[in-house]
């Protein structure tokens, strides 16, 4: 069967040009620009009719463009420890003249962050306050060992979402909507809804989708949750994939190993990574990281759902059990004969516990996993020759498990 191509992706890349375009003028058209994290609950803005730009967002966008090694040679010259996410870096190395694929961001006059994702967070949006003069809000989410989050820290979530309204309200100068808010809160759950459904179609054996397609059109979830740009894009994406799966297409083609992938991606080299493992049959068919975006807000108790939704949505916020549960589930869901963890230099929260889930995956799925060392935007944290040596051997124990023997040759790509 021939390629097919998702009018889904055709969509994204419409909506995001006019997001960048018309963040870019934002304040000429008299409108207020927040920077903020992707776990901050931006429904809260979008409903004040605030444009909103994600840094990380950004960073990804910039080391998907290769601009990462330029980015934080400019950033470390000014200071930075190379240690620090290489997404601070390429925020900070675009702010030192390096170069944006989007021209650079509008000044702010909020940043927002949440800590959910990590701490870094924290020290990124107090110095971009200082860098803008501009307003600055935070939401500390508590950290919950066992994946349920209980009363007591919802009620501490929402305590300071009511502070960031009124922030929100002195920067507007107007009194806050909050039949807006359940307007915008009931569009986020549509989308997010839409989102959930197409990444377990995708858990489809074998996938009318692979994961870099997802990805491809991961832009609308993250910056355009709570719009109805998101929604059609979703619902559009998800129409397809029903679809797809009804006439028996197969995106790959060819899936003789069904896998998993840990951590966020290294953006710079999407196209590589799957080209290495398409040379075998080997196929990435689902993602931890875009579970992060799986989350369901109550446009009638938009508040204390979002303070819910935001504080355990993303693993880094949970203890290693339940992140290993998490896993494990999606790797059964999945059907997959292998995890891939990337051990991300720069998300050090995402790595946090990588080797008691390689573990736990071996011994109790028996599932074979694959640790490489790597860096999601900074190029120079990872070695292509090092990746392809440790993916080729990956596949040969793959091939030796599920064939007993081995019927490809290695070969490089
Ligand atoms: S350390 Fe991880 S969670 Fe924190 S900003 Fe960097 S990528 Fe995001």
Redesign the pocket.
Known sequence: MSKMQLKATALTQQVMKEYYANCRESQARGRKVAWATVMMPTELLLAADIDVLFP?NHAATCGAKALGPELSELAEAAGLSQET?S??RCDLGVRKGGTSPWGGMPAPDIVFCATS??T??TK?FEELERFYACRFAMVDMPYNFSGAITDHSVDYIVAQLEDCIFQIEALTGKPYDYARLEEVVELAETAHEYWRKCLELGATNPSPITTTDILVNMGPIVCLRGTQAAVDVYKTLYEELLERIRIGYVAAGEERFRLVWDN?PFWFGLGSTVRRLSAYGAVIVGATYLYHWVRSVDPKDPLRSMGRAYSTAIT?NQSVLHKIEKISNMLKLYQADGLIIHSNR?????SLGSLDLKRAVETNLNIPVLMVDGD?TDSRAVSDAVVQTRMEAFIEMLERRKFGELRLAPKLV
């Open positions: 990380e996410c997404y601070v994702s990590c870094t967070v990124w966020i880094m720069s998300c050090k929260p995402d999601h």
